[in-house]
């Protein structure tokens, strides 16, 4: 697994977030256990109802990643609300 | 340079003429083979500390010399890389362990075959395989060419041939090779390797006899104690083969269990042994669940306690844990026993 590859993916999300006063940050890539951590901020979000809901936004950033990461990864978004998957 | 010992013959320089040659002459296990030149013998033997002639044993069913030189003739021809030849050593001498006990497993009519299972920080390097499709489809070298070796080995060396020296009635598709590593940095528990005494940085091959793999999955249970109640009751169908025995004390089963199974396993059972002594104490039937002929055939064996359970096996530590697999969770296997042999975990030296 590629950091960068990860942290491209990660920052194509965070610049959509951002126009909405979001933002995504990535904590940690392992490559020896295939698992991304990433951080979603939305204390300064104009329009919180715009941002996804927590489980359709870590299948957004999933397949953000999946499309630069060939292999199989396990995506942990920290926030408002913890998801793994 | 080493000079070996083993015939030579003279084949066209074609790969078809190899292949062609291996099945008319049954010292291949029908698919195709690398020719095993000098060149590439030597190279193997390279990676090994042992000596060309080095006695490994003989090997069953019909006891065959095997020397480290006739190792690494079927090794090459197995396709493995050289610098992965000491894991196929220690496979073989894994298998020669008495208490694997080889002439049985080699000659029986159980479908048992030796199943590898690789420690240590090389897995990667040689494709061992220990993610998504580990058990079959991943591909990598390590892990399509080490187990098939060692079958090869027995084939060519120990003489095993289903109908004539095995009498297998299934066979099993292991039997070509399985060799799969253990995801040691997604395992909660002490790996496989380290519960043999080794430890992180060593390069260790466990072998199984194993009779086949068993899979199950859940999407049901949410509480990790519910999941591995239900693992319990699932490894301890009637017919499997511990419920034959006369005790349930000897050989094991390999509980294969993915990684996002093993996280949520480890919420509840934080120590492997937590895992495998509740696992072992709801592996049982109640005896009313046989027929009646066959109930009474386990009550005289002794197998029946005083609650009327028929435990699948006498302790939890023959119950093994072995973490690897895809993320997408859901699914386990059982590696079942032939219960008449014993793990064996040998270092692969360099």
């Known amino acids: 697994m590629n950091e960068t590859d990860v942290a491209a993916a990660v920052e194509e999300m965070a610049e ?15 490559p020896a256990t295939d698992r ?33 990461v060939p292999s199989e990864f396990e995506l942990i978004v920290h926030g408002p609300r913890t998801l793994s998957g | ?29 029908g698919a195709p083979l690398i020719p095993p030149t000098d060149e590439r013998v ?7 500390p042992y000596a060309a002639d080095r006695e490994l044993g003989l090997l069953p069913p019909k006891y065959g010399t095997l ?4 190792a690494a003739v079927n090794a090459t021809m197995a396709g493995v890389e050289p610098e992965a030849f000491p894991f196929v050593i220690a496979a073989l001498e894994g298998v020669l362990s008495p208490e694997w006990n080889a002439y049985a497993l080699t000659t029986t009519t159980s479908s048992v075959h030796p199943m590898l299972i690789v420690n240590g920080p090389t897995r990667e390097r040689f494709g061992i395989d220990f993610k998504a499709g580990c058990l079959g489809g991943a591909a990598g070298r390590g892990s399509m060419t080490i187990g098939r070796a060692v079958s090869l ?65 859940d999407v049901n249970n949410d509480d990790p104690a519910d999941l591995a109640y239900m693992i319990a009751k699932c490894i301890a169908f009637p017919l499997n ?6 005790t349930g004390d000897s050989g094991q089963l390999v509980l294969v269990i993915n990684p996002i199974w093993a996280e949520r396993l480890a919420r509840t059972f934080p120590d492997v042994e937590d895992l495998q002594g509740y696992v072992h104490e709801h592996a049982w039937q109640p005896i009313d669940l046989f027929r009646p002929t066959n109930q009474q055939v386990l009550i005289d064996k002794g197998r029946v306690d005083d609650k ?27 590696l079942t026993s032939f219960v008449q042999s014993e793990i064996q975990s040998v270092e692969a030296r360099r």
């Open chain 2, 42 to 48: 030597l190279a193997l033997l390279a990676s090994t």
């Open chain 2, 153 to 217: 080995c027995l084939r060519n060396v120990g003489g095993q041939r289903p109908g004539e020296t095995s009498r297998t009635v299934f066979g099993q598709p292991a039997r070509f090779g399985l060799c799969f590593g253990e995801w040691e940095e997604r395992s909660p528990w002490p790996s496989l390797a380290e519960r043999a005494g080794f430890d992180r940085a060593q390069e260790v091959v466990s072998v199984h006899g194993g009779k086949g793999n068993f899979p199950f999955a």
């Open chain 1, 16 to 30: 959509l977030l951002r126009l909405d006063g979001g933002d995504l940050h990535l904590v940690s890539v392992d």
């Open chain 2, 308 to 334: 009327g359970r028929v435990y699948l096996c006498g302790r939890p530590d023959q119950l093994v844990p072995v973490v690897c697999g895809g993320l997408g969770g859901l699914h386990g296997q059982a």
């Open chain 2, 241 to 246: 083969n511990w419920y034959l025995e006369m």
């Open chain 1, 36 to 68: 991304i951590e990433v951080r979603l901020d939305i204390e300064d979000a104009s329009c919180v109802e715009c941002i996804l809901p927590p489980e359709h936004l870590r299948t957004v950033i999933s397949d953000a990643v999946s499309k630069r």
């Open chain 2, 1 to 29: 340079m080493t000079a070996l010992q083993s015939p030579t013959m003279q084949v066209d320089d074609d790969p078809m003429a190899f292949y062609e040659l291996s099945l008319e002459q049954r010292w291949g296990d």
């Open chain 2, 67 to 70: 020397t480290v030189e006739l």
